[in-house]
């Protein structure tokens, strides 16, 4: 069958096939530009001339998600954009935002019209409705947002990276539709990480200091949480507390943490009166594992000669929700393996346990499964626990020392 022959206008280049579409088409693909590239649309036909100002999304400051690979005369400097941004949200008035992505540049902290600045452009998005919003200061160090609350009916995802949060700003409490919060390579020194409003589900936060220049522990009070993930945090351990609906959490300790003991190989001498052991501003309660109690999805890593982790098990905090658990070699030091019994002896619907004893790399290379065998399981041993999964990078003394604890159980590995 012949093409389809093109008519006079089509050959001309004279219709406008994509100003033909709906407008609420246009704004969608409005808000997947830069927000100069949005703007320069208006010279394109008299149509395109407003549509920017009702554009769904707002993309300013560049696209890179990483600013070593802008040119410097490209970097997004609070001071050269702020008329175009001022000038930019003037137009929009408060016309609803589903996103609004915020990136800038600033080498002057101290620089009080900057940090006003940006804070109110930051309000206006919220003013405006805005569903998603991501900050991120792509400087060489973290910029400090203001001190007041969020309030907002309409948001739904906040993502926040490379600032620094104080006192009330970490108070979502007036956000009540926020489910999904995301928090990276920022200063956390604020008393409380809160959301009382029901409505807050996922919880990300990795690469972030807490309470550096305070010294305390910042409490998570989040009682709606589904899901955790606090990965490769700084200073202080902070203090989470109940979470009844916790479904999964990932928690990643590092060398960074400051909880670890100097008196002990161990790094938990246990004295009661050990000012590693117990800092001070500690309230001397569980830290980590009583909040996460009630998970039903557990990953507990430690990378260092941390303390909390055993701390914590003086509690003997009970998981009773705990389906499947996986812990790396922290969890497994010999001869008595506490940690890992404690663990195990207070995780009665356990199913599957995965122990990960490689040191940092991107993976393992011996993978063993374990199954008990037909005599009575020590009661040690969780009745519904049936999966149990070894990943090594080679099974040298430490790896045997653990199976050969493990076998003490009835249990038999095959690889």
Same mark, same amino acid.
């Given at each position: ?58 993309? $300013? ?22 008329? +175009? &941004? ?21 080498? %002057? ?27 991120? @200061? $792509? ?40 489910? *999904? #919060?995301?928090? @990276? ?7 409380? $990480? @809160?959301? /009382? ?8 936060? /990795?690469?972030? @200091? ?56 161990? =790094? ?7 000012? %590693?052991? %117990?800092? $001070? ?16 999805? #557990? ?16 509690? %003997? ?9 996986? #812990?790396?070699?922290?969890?497994? &030091? ?11 002896? *207070? ?9 990960? !004893?490689?040191?940092?790399?991107? =993976? *393992? ?18 009745? *519904? !626990?049936?999966? &149990? ?15 050969? +604890? #493990? ?9």
């Amino acid at each position: 069958m012949p093409p389809a022959k093109r008519s006079k206008k089509d050959q001309a280049g004279g219709e406008d096939r994509i100003g033909a579409l709906p407008d609420e088409i246009l704004h969608h693909m409005l808000s997947f530009l830069p927000a100069r590239d949005a703007v320069q649309t208006c010279v394109l036909a008299g149509r395109w001339r407003h549509l920017r100002k009702s554009a769904t999304g707002l993309r $300013i400051g560049g696209e890179s998600e990483d600013w070593v690979w802008w040119r410097v005369e490209e970097k997004p400097r609070v001071r050269d954009i702020r008329e +175009f &941004v001022d000038h930019l949200l003037l137009l929009r008035g408060c016309e609803p935002l589903d996103m609004c992505e915020l990136r800038f540049w600033s080498d %002057y902290y101290d620089d009080d019209d900057e940090t006003r600045r940006v804070n109110l452009w930051i309000r206006h998005a919220v003013a405006s409705q805005v569903r998603h919003l991501v900050v991120r @200061s $792509i400087a060489g160090g973290v910029f400090e947002l203001d001190d007041l609350p969020l309030v907002s009916r309409h948001l739904t995802r906040l993502e926040l990276f490379k600032l620094d949060l104080t006192d009330r700003f970490c108070n979502f409490s007036s956000c009540s539709a926020l489910k *999904h #919060l995301k928090i @990276s390579d920022s200063m956390i020194s604020c008393p409380m $990480i @809160s959301s /009382s409003a029901g409505s807050l589900q996922q919880l990300s936060i /990795s690469h972030c @200091s807490f309470g550096a220049v305070r010294n305390f522990r910042t409490r998570i009070c989040v009682p709606s949480l589904v899901s955790l993930q606090l990965d490769d945090y700084w200073c202080m351990t902070p203090l989470l507390e109940s979470m009844p609906s916790l479904v999964e959490a990932t928690i990643t300790v590092n060398s960074g943490c400051s909880d670890f003991c100097r008196n002990a190989g161990s =790094g938990y001498c246990g004295f009661e009166d050990c000012n %590693y052991c %117990y800092p $001070i501003n500690d309230d001397r309660s569980c830290v980590l594992l009583k909040g996460l109690s009630e998970a039903k999805n #557990l990953a507990l890593v430690a990378h260092c000669r941390t303390f909390i982790f055993n701390r914590d098990l003086k509690w %003997y905090p009970t998981f009773s929700k705990l389906k499947t658990l996986l #812990l790396n070699d922290h969890w497994c &030091v010999a001869p008595e393996f506490h940690a890992l019994s404690c663990i195990l002896k *207070h995780s009665p619907v356990l199913e599957k346990l995965t122990l990960h !004893l490689f040191s940092w790399g991107p =993976g *393992h290379k011996v993978e063993m499964n374990g199954s008990f065998g037909m005599m009575d399981r020590p009661a040690e041993i969780p009745e *519904h !626990l049936n999966i &149990v999964e070894v990943k090594c990078e080679e099974v040298n003394e430490n790896v045997s020392k653990v199976l050969k +604890f #493990l076998c003490a159980f009835n249990l038999r590995f095959s690889f």
